[in-house]
């Protein structure tokens, strides 16, 4: 990677030449998963549902979950300095640290300020941005940011960091399945071989309890399960709606004849946020439906045979409306495995990791093929975090070598899900009501062993009377 002197350079230069950098965007990621998971077959019998009700009916294989001895602090140091080791880089070469999480600790003291301490003994102390909460949509927030201080007059060259990471549990019952957790580190920068399209970012936000965390003496959610699909939808549909709207604009402005036919085939891929693999389904079949929507009437029976019985529907009255939703899920079957399976092992293999959740599809995207294949290709993604606010946007993926190395780099995953350590359902709910007993306590020791974790692993070693956190890293 590039010096922070020669990044100085770089600005300099786009200075004299009266423009701001090109091709902005992810130049290195990595991701951070627990070192444990709960099997979805063996929680299928421990709580005595049917056989596939997790496994099938929400999608899910594993769901990986953090004990005792991480939380989110721990977690998303260790996907910083991870990052930081990989790409050969320092802490003196970024400028600018954005944090994306709704798991808090401290309702003063941002993450971000935790994660400073990685950056003392390079000295640098001069590092804008800070957390971002919303959901499952802050590490989106957090990237817009990043992005936007690079393209700006306010970069001095250097890199910007993006880490988004969440503990996402639930109290005892049906909502506990969908569980998960995760961090990951993105780098951003310009020259970069995954692109943000400029100019190609639409958001719908509301007000709507749908999914929020009021009860501060507790970690766990209050869920309207109903609504918070309804409102995930809806801003798919409204975010989709808009964001091919700015595409044809910025097709007659450019000439660029690419964006003209707007629509699910203008995209490789498309990753949306997964609360479970599921729901991200039945996503993308609603993206058909919006174009089938806005296609003619006399090119529907040849587009999209026997469904045109749908062409005086209204997408609102659709929510949950079972014949449409079956009836474009069975026609875009294959286009989904094609367009949108690929994205989804960490989020089969993990579960929810709510804010890290759509970059860890983009993860799952970029290991799931060759770099020949990515080369070139356009990827879309949904954002939605409750409460509610959502963005889709996307991504252009650069053939070269910086492509290359970015997902030779992220090869590991695949190890990482291997080698993680399988824990018996009632083991865990042990575990759970052991951490659910311990919220918020100080002081407080961890019990857990440490030897369950991976080696690079940052975790907690102890809370003192005054609630400061120590923390140490694997070995």
């Excluded at 957790?181 to 639409?202: C, H, Q, S, T, W």
């Excluded at 019985?309 to 069975?330: A, H, P, Q, W």
Aim: negative net charge; aromatic residues 10%; glycine residues 8%.
């Amino acid at each position: 990677m590039e010096d922070s002197h020669s990044c100085y350079r770089t600005r300099q230069n786009f200075k004299k030449m009266g423009s701001w950098p090109e091709d902005v965007g992810i130049l290195g990621i990595h991701m951070v998963i627990p070192s444990t998971y709960v099997d979805q077959k063996e929680y299928e019998q421990f709580h005595g549902v049917s056989a596939g009700k997790y496994t099938v009916g929400l999608g899910q294989a594993k769901m990986g979950f953090c004990t005792d001895r991480e939380d989110i602090h721990s977690l998303c140091m260790t996907a910083l300095s991870g990052l930081v080791s990989k790409m050969g880089i320092t802490y003196a070469d970024i400028g600018r640290l954005d944090v994306g999480t709704e798991t808090i600790i401290d309702k003063s003291k941002s993450v971000k300020s935790v994660l400073m301490q990685l950056f003392e003994e390079s000295g640098n102390h001069d590092v804008e941005g800070l957390d971002t909460t919303n959901a499952c949509y802050g590490g989106t927030a957090a990237l817009s940011n990043a992005i936007s201080w690079v393209e700006s007059s306010a970069w001095d060259g250097r890199y910007a960091v993006v880490v988004a990471g969440d503990i996402a549990v639930y109290a005892e019952g049906s909502a506990r399945p969908t569980g998960g957790a995760g961090a990951i580190a993105l780098l951003i920068g310009p020259n970069a071989p995954l692109v943000m399209e400029r100019g190609l970012r639409a958001s719908f936000m509301a007000h709507a309890y749908d999914f929020y965390k009021p009860n501060l003496s507790s970690e766990y959610p209050a869920v309207d399960g109903k609504l918070s699909i309804q409102c995930y939808i809806k801003a798919l549909d409204n975010c989709y709606q808009l964001y091919c709207q700015k595409a044809r604009k910025l097709s007659a402005l450019t000439s660029d004849s690419s964006n003209d036919a707007v629509g699910i085939n203008s995209f490789d891929a498309v990753v949306f946020h997964s609360p479970y693999g599921k729901l991200v389904e039945k996503s993308f079949a609603r993206l058909v439906l919006n174009d089938f929507l806005s296609t003619p009437e006399e090119t529907i029976l040849e587009l999209y045979p026997g469904l045109e019985k749908f062409s005086n529907i209204k997408l609102e009255e659709t929510y949950f409306d079972r014949d449409v939703e079956k009836g474009f899920m069975t026609f875009s079957k294959e286009l989904f495995k094609k367009k949108t399976l690929p994205s989804l092992l960490l989020s089969n293999q993990v579960g929810n990791m709510y804010t890290a959740s759509l970059y860890g599809g983009l993860v799952s995207y970029l290991i799931s093929k060759s770099v020949e294949e990515l080369g070139g290709k356009r990827v879309g993604f949904f954002s939605y975090g409750s409460g509610l606010a959502s963005t889709m946007f996307s991504i252009k993926l650069v053939a070269g070598p910086k492509l290359s190395q970015l997902v030779s780099q992220l090869t590991y995953v695949h190890d990482l899900l291997a080698q993680r350590h399988k824990i018996d359902p009632a083991e865990y709910t042990k575990m759970m009501e052991s951490k659910e007993a311990n919220y918020n306590k100080a002081p407080f020791s961890p019990t857990s062993s440490t030897d369950l974790l991976f080696p690079g692993t940052w975790f907690l070693v102890d809370v003192d009377s005054q609630y400061r956190r120590t923390y140490d890293k694997v070995k």
